[in-house]
């Protein structure tokens, strides 16, 4: 069975985890995928990457004014997006695994609702693979903060106490307390929505005031531009904290920018 879906997966300083979570996850997928990895600017993973068999990768040198953040992840992904040939594109996170049915399920809401987008749901856990139990939510900036969302997200359906799934979706404009919410790790999306609604590379002041990366700006275009979108209402995604989005210490990598 040939594939229809290809996988993007933007790397940086990480192989470790890449070839620990990421990369045996995609292979594990019961429906059959493509994998193409863009490694950012790091000859030691692209060295690694050389020596594993049946890794598809491109090696992205940066210029002396890129830096890690939100820009330059908009900037390869939609590279990215412009090299694949499937009607179909999913992304994984290179310390993110997927559940062996992840994409077959997507595919399935997708093809039932007739949908050009269509996610997951996702299970959140501390880098060091730990369930994220605490009542709080974690993409918070302090815990007084954490607690209180986490409360107000409990009241809306989107987390539950003594689990650590997050039920992610995708609100209608006119619902009172609506929630829009879908990370880069659960999508699967139309190649050709992608390319007609690239992920934002110009992000601003604003955005990195109000904390908006590009999954939050991709999901308002895809909204505002009446794309049908769909969930599998599977957490079918396991997401590790640590990153850029949930590291309360943000700017402690001097590569790091929000633009």
């Known amino acids: 069975m040939a594939s229809d879906v290809t996988v993007i997966t933007i790397t ?22 493509d994998h193409l990895i863009v490694v950012d600017d790091c000859p030691g993973t692209a060295e690694r990457l050389s020596a594993t068999e049946g890794v598809v990768w491109h090696h992205a040198a940066r210029t002396p004014d890129d830096m890690s953040g939100p820009g330059r992840s908009s900037r390869l992904r939609n590279w990215a997006a412009r090299q694949v040939r499937t009607p179909w594109i999913a992304y994984l996170d290179d310390d993110n695994e997927w559940q062996p049915r992840h994409v077959e399920t997507l595919i399935e809401a997708a093809t039932a609702a007739g949908a050009d987008a269509v996610h997951s749901e996702r299970n959140v856990f501390h880098a060091d693979g730990r369930p994220w139990l605490e009542p709080i ?3 918070s900036a ?8 986490y409360r107000e997200m409990v009241r809306l359906g989107v987390a539950e106490p003594g689990r650590n799934v997050i039920h992610d979706r995708v609100d209608p404009p006119d619902i009172a307390d609506g929630i829009r ?25 604003v955005h990195e005031q109000g904390l908006l990366g590009e999954d939050d ?27 850029y989005s949930n590291n309360r210490l943000r700017h402690q990598d001097p590569d790091f920018a929000w633009r």
Do not use: H, K
């Open 137 to 139: 939510w974690p993409w």
């Open 217 to 243: 700006l991709l999901l308002a275009d895809l909204v505002n531009a009446g794309v049908r979108i769909a969930s599998s209402r599977s957490a079918s995604v396991d997401y590790y904290l640590g990153g």
């Open 181 to 205: 919410m879908v990370d880069t790790n659960e999508w699967l999306l139309r190649r050709d929505v992608l390319l007609e609604l690239p992920f934002t590379e110009a992000l601003t002041d």
């Open 12 to 33: 940086r300083r990480r192989p470790e985890l890449l070839l620990q979570r990421c990369v045996p996850a995609t292979g594990r997928q019961t429906r059959p995928v």
């Open 142 to 149: 302090d815990d007084a903060e954490g607690r209180a969302l």
